[in-house]
């Protein structure tokens, strides 16, 4: 059975042509000023489940100013190269607001460590972060990437980094591109043989 | 005005389970196909994988990308419940831990669970005779044999033969092939003396003869999500379900049981229920009641039950009831194989059980512990989910580039893209499951002073591990340790030491609990007989892990299954006899 097959077996072609379809548009479309609400997908799902994501897609939490710190950061930690696009092309600041929301413990550190960086720049450089140039970027982004050789008086830096980090690699290497970056091919129903004979004979386990 | 009314039917049923998990769902179907006009009530919604199963969504298609915000185990998981249910709290008594983790949904539990079907072995039953320690079960791996043989069959499982004194074989479907990592962990097991052997799961890798409702699996690896073409087992799709077209099973859902009502006689009745839909009051009547609700939630309801008859609630004369409850022990190790970064690509998603495992090796006689434990194994190039590339920064400083030059942990940019994708499907990780012995002193109880939002008293949970249990986590650890040393493996995980218990999860952490109505001989140390029947109401049954008297290191599950259909058999003989 191919996954086509396979999905129609299980009813799932339409709607995943449907999602193919919605995600397609969305990703060609770019409003950046105007707060889209995405729609909630409904199936499977608990009433108050569904209630939760649509309270959450209507509310804002970052600023104008903060959406932007986190997109020069993100786009800095996960930059475009020869195989994939970048943070921002797989939406990922949109992801890091919507994750805030959901896990509120993510607020404050995320706020703060945003003006804590803002503080920084404007100390060392006369201008917010965003404002700065690309090498002033780096070379804060610098002070605060490395956890084991970061000054003492950067350790909340690094805190925040590490976070931001984690929600950047997060937010790209789970969305379309980033699957596709990493390689995943699963997820497409098969039938499981076993590790591929090169593969065995690679690390040899062929005997 | 009040418009306060129990709504009463006339109808009387043959028999009124409570709950649709492993236990009710096999009572349900048993009884369903032998003709006894079936009742089955419900806390949760209605569930059937074929609709509502999350399987084959990819992580982009959550807002949360699978974080477990809402599901403990993630925004795909089938679980409709878990460790906090709002409006239905449990408290704890002595500053003591025990995390309950309730599904409210058809079929419960077992729409999520691992699939790890293992049988208990002799020992398992009468280990008492080996160790001096808790009780023998009334009941010996040979009552319980050809129950296990007909829950092979009738539902079932892949692995592999393997003669082993404590882990009888089952009637097996080909097992999974190992994944890479497997492979590197049964080489470094095999070196440390540790046993692994195929996976025993409950998901057909085979079409299962007979069953035109069922198919076989496709290898998405996602049987936490349950399985929108029954290719593994939960209550729901392959108990409940089937059973209702028989026509003469009946489910009531989101029917919140209150107790189960007695008559002058001292007998059951039936049961009293709120309905969540509207908030009413609902009796029922039967000839049989059947308690499926979980070993814990079955105990709130038999001590919630108080009548003259019954005064410390019913089948409680033994004062038993809610004692001995005992969950596995666990700990875990998780590590990455460096030999593995940069490796090819391929679909290894494979099945949602265990491809292999290692079923506990050791003779106790040479060890500071009671009892054993089994290691299941994880890893493997799965679908990237929330928070599974978080951490870089300790990983990526332990390993040289593909310069061969060491790099600055942490970092950003096309490096550290890169080190992400250099790292994928290189992790490892064990966990150890072990026997935890039942004792009186871990129980649940009713607490005077609090109610759910139903208005029904909740339990309070008193629960210590001891030294028994700890020092098994400490041998756990240094067994992990072990392998990942033999596999070439590097830890990335804490290493656990006395000052956490060596990792041994809080009780109720593993889901595995059990015991809390257990059966026995002796009414006096024992609220059922070995047939799960109540000593001191004989048309009253228990059908969930609540009857077990100590559990083995291996997952409940499929005990249940098999004392569920043994009870419902011997239900049918009874009635045949007029005895009940």
Partial sequence: MNRRESLKAIGLTSLSAAMLLETDIGEAQTVPQKHTVPPVDEEGRQPFEIERDKKLHAEKFFTAHEMATIAVLADIIIPRDAKSGSASDAKVPDFIEFMVKDIPENKTPMRGGLKWLDIQCQSRYNKNFVECSHPQQIEMVTEIAYPQKAKPEMRQGVAFFNRMRDLTATGFFTSKIGLADIGYMGNAPGKWEGVPKDVLKQYGFDS | ?580
């Fill in chain 2, 1 to 580: 005005m009040t418009d306060f009314q129990i709504k009463k039917t006339s109808v009387t049923y043959d028999a009124v389970i409570v709950g649709s998990g492993a236990g009710g769902g096999m009572a349900g179907f048993v009884l369903a196909n032998a003709g006894l006009k079936v009742l089955m009530l419900e806390a949760g919604p209605f569930f059937d994988p074929a609709k509502d199963s999350l399987q084959l969504k990819f992580s982009w298609e959550s807002p949360r990308r699978g974080a477990g915000t809402t599901r403990d185990f993630g925004d795909f998981d089938a679980a409709f419940g878990g460790w906090q249910l709002d409006g239905e709290p449990y408290t704890t008594k002595d500053r003591t831990q025990f995390d309950w983790f309730r599904s409210r949904m058809l079929g419960g539990r077992t729409n999520h669970w691992g699939r790890v079907s293992l049988r208990m072995g002799p020992k398992d039953f009468k280990g008492h005779d080996v160790d001096g320690l808790t009780d023998n079960w009334p009941i010996s791996y040979d009552d319980v044999k050809p129950f296990y043989d007909k829950v092979d069959r009738m539902i079932g499982i892949y692995g592999t033969v393997e003669n082993l004194e404590n882990e009888p074989d089952g009637i097996y479907l080909p097992p999974p092939k190992p994944r890479l990592n497997e492979l590197f962990i049964k080489k470094g097991a095999a070196k440390a003396g540790v046993t692994v052997i195929a996976g025993r799961g409950s998901v057909l890798t085979a079409d299962l003869p007979g069953n035109k409702d069922r198919h076989a699996c496709f290898y998405c690896g996602q049987c936490s999500r349950s399985c929108k073409i029954y290719g593994d087992f939960s209550a729901s799709s392959c108990l409940v379900i089937p059973a209702m077209k028989t026509g003469n099973l009946k489910v009531i859902t989101n029917a919140m049981v209150r107790q189960v009502t007695t008559g002058p006689d001292g007998l059951a009745t039936g049961v009293s229920y709120i309905s969540k839909n509207d908030l009413q009051e609902y009796q029922v009547n039967a000839k049989v009641v059947i308690l499926g609700a979980s070993a814990c939630e079955s105990a709130r309801l038999l001590l919630n039950s108080k009548s003259a008859q019954h005064p410390g609630g019913l089948a409680n004369s033994s004062g038993i009831v809610g004692k001995y409850l005992h969950d596995s022990t666990g700990a875990s190790l998780s590590g990455f194989l460096p030999q593995l970064m940069d490796r090819k690509r391929y679909n290894e998603d494979g099945v949602g059980s265990v491809h292999i495992y290692s079923p506990w090796w050791l003779d106790n006689k040479k060890l500071d512990f009671p009892r054993g434990y089994h290691i299941e194994y994880g890893g493997g190039m799965h679908m990237p989910l929330y928070g599974s590339t978080n951490g870089i920064q300790n990983l990526n400083g332990m390993m040289p580039g593909k310069d061969g030059k060491m790099k600055e942990a942490g970092g950003f940019g096309a490096g550290l893209k890169d080190d992400y994708r250099r790292f994928y499907g290189t992790q490892v990780g064990m966990s150890g499951r072990g026997t935890a012995i039942a004792r009186e002193d871990n129980y649940c109880g009713i607490d005077d002073n609090v109610v759910d939002k139903f208005g029904i008293p909740v339990l309070r949970f008193h629960y210590k591990w001891t030294d028994a249990e700890i020092k098994q986590a400490k041998h756990m650890q240094e067994t992990f340790q072990s392998v990942m040393h033999e596999m070439g493996a590097v830890i990335t995980s804490r290493i656990q030491g006395p000052e956490t218990n060596y990792g041994l999860e809080a009780p109720g952490r593993i889901i595995h609990e059990v015991g809390t109505i257990r059966m026995g001989d002796d009414p006096k140390k024992s609220a059922l007989n070995k047939y799960s029947q109540a000593h001191d109401c004989k048309n009253l049954f228990v059908v969930d892990a609540a009857p077990f008297v100590q559990q083995g290191d291996k997952n409940a599950t499929w005990t249940i299954l098999a004392l569920s259909m043994r009870t419902s058999e011997y239900i049918i003989e009874q009635r045949k006899k007029l005895n009940i």
